[in-house]
């Protein structure tokens, strides 16, 4: 009995340990099998794109647009260098970042114009009683059924010198003259933050929507002021409402197109515009390709930058 | 001390107002551990929350200390809630949420810090200072949202049904904890409740409410012992209530009759009743069972139920005129034999209503 049962012993033991092995295989081979679809749609969607842009801001511009397969890093020296025609020397040229200094000044003032009109309307809708809720966000993400051209289209409308705005304040006598507010700043950002306002408004009510109101009087009745009650309690806690509502309007507003082009009237080069236009009548290819890359380096690095800011700031409350 | 007077708490406009609290009367005592105890939907929460400043009232006035503060805001009141849910703050750490009344206050951070360790000792949470509240048991968030109301040193604390979220045995362990902070710290408790065990356990003084008024305010024994109606007695504590005749009265006592038995003199809640029929409250247990014929016998009726509970039994006896009533007994009698009932007179309670 005690020979055989030293003999079966390691037998065993190797036994389970293979038996172990082929179900940590198996497991394995599960597990990628569920992944595949994710992975195949980032890849195909995601990173196979943008290795094409990638390779072809390293490429020179074909005459007729596309690419020539020659290596050349022209297009990044182009972003900040003017290269002279004759002796082929280079001159910072600030052009190229005035245009993205333009555009991230935008966007950040769409980001804040909606974070401002957007708070009240999430903590507006987290208030009402739980059956009215639905309807509400049913009336903010209206707009989307629309096509963005066809609002912005009927934007331009409404703020032209003959439009409902300059009628309607000429009728009531408070103008004389039509305002001219189609083709200025202030149109564009009107346009970007009616176009963006949503992206706003659906996270913060995310977060809010969970937010437990008795919190609230806890506050007051711990001696906050409403100002202190907001600041101290409302904001901390939605924040991560509040960061993602910013990136989802800041990120997009810095590549917006349209709305630059038919408010602003393309009278002042946004990064979306002067990208668009690299691939079409500039017949630059590589440099659109790159400053889009550009901008993204820009705003991956400052996304990096705020999302470790905010987490040491989170723990140094432990 | 707190003065509530002629408050009445309207919600609602026109037709669809509904009265939560209709001229209510009270004055807490300072120091004292008051219990607001009555049934949901009766008006005590409001009345709590009145007094802490999340409603104002639609009629009448409110006073610490002999100032008004009826219509002031919650953050202007010296006074602080213990929340039902706790409502502690879940991004802060534990010290910040004690130390939260403080900070608003704008005091200086070295007391801050001071009334934060001295006030997580109070309650025995010293080493959880740094802990988020998130990471705290139910009874351990329960002693945080103490702590975190107690810290600003208010007059009035009003505790709105801190215990109802615990089990049992946290509870009756809670329930000796608060009483123990009332004494350490002489703040005036204005706790809420619907349990009349809790209430008889913990207060100085109790005011029984029920459908928006104030039924009776008394110790707990005179609440238990002297319920002066239907609605009171019944509230608190098993009782039995049978119906007597009123004969008149002489001084203080009520002259009653059982049936046609001798006429007793017994305790009244109120000597501007009428003579007649009346209902009379008597325990469970203060009622000894005697044989039919005995003299002492005050009530006689038929045994038509017992039930055993460990420490004795309960038999329920039905009474000629077809009321039932609770007896508590060590040996019970066998169901439909006939017994007497007796009891001292001075246990005997006769009901305004």
């Known amino acids: ?318 | 001390m707190i003065d509530v007077r002629n408050v009445t708490k309207r919600f609602g406009q026109g037709q669809a107002a509904v009265t939560a609290l209709g001229d209510v009367s009270l004055t807490i005592p300072e120091g004292s551990f008051f219990t607001l105890l009555g049934p949901s939907g009766c008006g005590k929460t409001t009345l709590l929350r009145l007094i802490a400043g999340f409603e104002l009232p639609t009629e009448g006035e409110i006073a610490l200390d002999g100032q008004s503060i009826g219509h002031l805001a919650p953050n202007d009141r010296p006074v602080n809630t213990v929340f039902q849910s706790y409502a502690l703050f879940p991004h802060m750490s534990v010290a910040r949420n004690v130390g939260f009344g403080l900070e608003m206050l704008k005091r200086p951070k070295a007391e801050i810090d001071g009334t934060i360790n001295e006030m997580l000792d109070l309650v025995q949470l010293g080493e959880f200072a740094t802990r988020r509240v998130d990471q705290l048991s139910g009874g351990q968030q329960q002693r945080v949202a103490l702590a975190r109301a107690l810290a600003p040193r208010p007059k009035v604390l009003l505790l709105d049904e801190p215990l109802s979220a615990l089990d049992l045995k946290l509870r009756k362990g809670m329930q000796s904890e608060l009483k123990r902070l009332q004494h350490e710290t002489g703040i005036t408790f204005v706790f809420v409740t619907h349990d009349q065990g809790e209430a008889l356990a913990m207060s100085d003084q109790i005011a029984v409410m029920s459908a928006g008024s104030v039924r009776q305010v008394g110790t707990p024994e005179e609440i238990y012992t002297a319920p002066r109606s239907r609605f009171v007695a019944d509230f608190i504590g098993d009782t039995n209530i049978v119906n007597a005749t009123l004969l008149g009265f002489d001084g203080d006592a009520a002259k009653i009759q059982f049936g046609e038995g001798t006429p007793l003199a017994v305790h009244t809640a109120s000597t501007s009743l009428a003579p007649g029929p009346v209902h009379v409250a008597l325990r469970p247990e203060t009622i000894r069972v005697v044989d039919e014929s005995a003299e002492t016998a005050l009530l006689r009726g038929e045994v038509v139920d017992s039930t055993y509970f460990g420490a004795g039994s309960q038999m329920l006896v039905r009474l000629e005129d077809g009321v039932s009533v609770h007896v508590q007994v060590s040996t019970p009698r066998p169901v439909g034999s006939r017994v007497g009932l007796e009891c001292d007179t001075s246990m005997l309670h006769v009901l305004e209503d």
Not at chain 1, 67 to 89: G, H, K, M, N, P
């Open chain 1, 1 to 318: 009995m005690g020979v055989a049962a030293n003999i079966s012993q390691p037998d065993a033991a190797t036994r389970l340990r293979a038996a172990q092995e082929e179900r940590a295989r198996q497991r394995r081979r599960t597990r990628l099998l569920l992944l595949a679809p994710a992975l195949g749609i980032i890849g195909i969607f995601g990173l196979f794109p943008l290795s094409i842009a990638l390779v072809y801001s390293f490429l020179e511009p074909g005459t007729y647009g596309g690419v020539e397969w020659v290596f050349s890093y022209d297009a990044y020296v182009q972003f900040l260098f003017e290269r002279d025609i004759f002796d082929d020397t280079l001159a910072f040229n600030s052009a190229y970042l005035q245009i993205f200094g333009r555009s991230f000044g935008l966007a950040i003032t769409t980001m804040i114009g909606t974070l401002i009109l957007g708070f009240p309307v999430a903590y507006f809708i987290a208030a009402r009683p739980p059956e009215q809720r639905n309807f509400w966000l049913f009336a903010i993400t209206l707009p989307f059924w629309t096509n963005l051209l066809i609002r912005t289209y009927s934007m331009l409308l409404i703020v032209r010198d003959e439009g409902f705005v300059n009628l309607m304040l000429m009728k009531i006598g408070l103008i004389s003259e039509p305002l001219e507010m189609l083709y200025t700043d202030g149109a564009v950002l009107a346009g970007l933050v009616y176009s963006y306002l949503p992206f706003m408004i659906l996270p913060i009510y995310a977060s809010l929507e969970k937010f437990d109101f008795s919190l609230l009087e806890a506050g007051h009745d711990l001696f906050a002021t409403r100002t202190q009650v907001f600041r101290h309690i409302i904001i901390p806690i939605t924040r991560p409402g509040i960061v993602a509502g910013c990136v989802l309007v800041l990120i997009p507003a810095l590549g917006a197109y349209i709305t630059p082009e038919l408010l602003g009237g393309g009278k002042k080069l946004m990064i979306g515009n002067l990208i668009a236009l690299q691939f079409g009548s500039g017949r630059n290819w590589p440099f659109g390709a790159a400053a889009a890359l550009i901008l993204m380096a820009i705003v991956l690095i400052a996304l990096l930058v705020s999302l470790r800011a905010g987490a040491s700031k989170e723990g140094g409350h432990g």
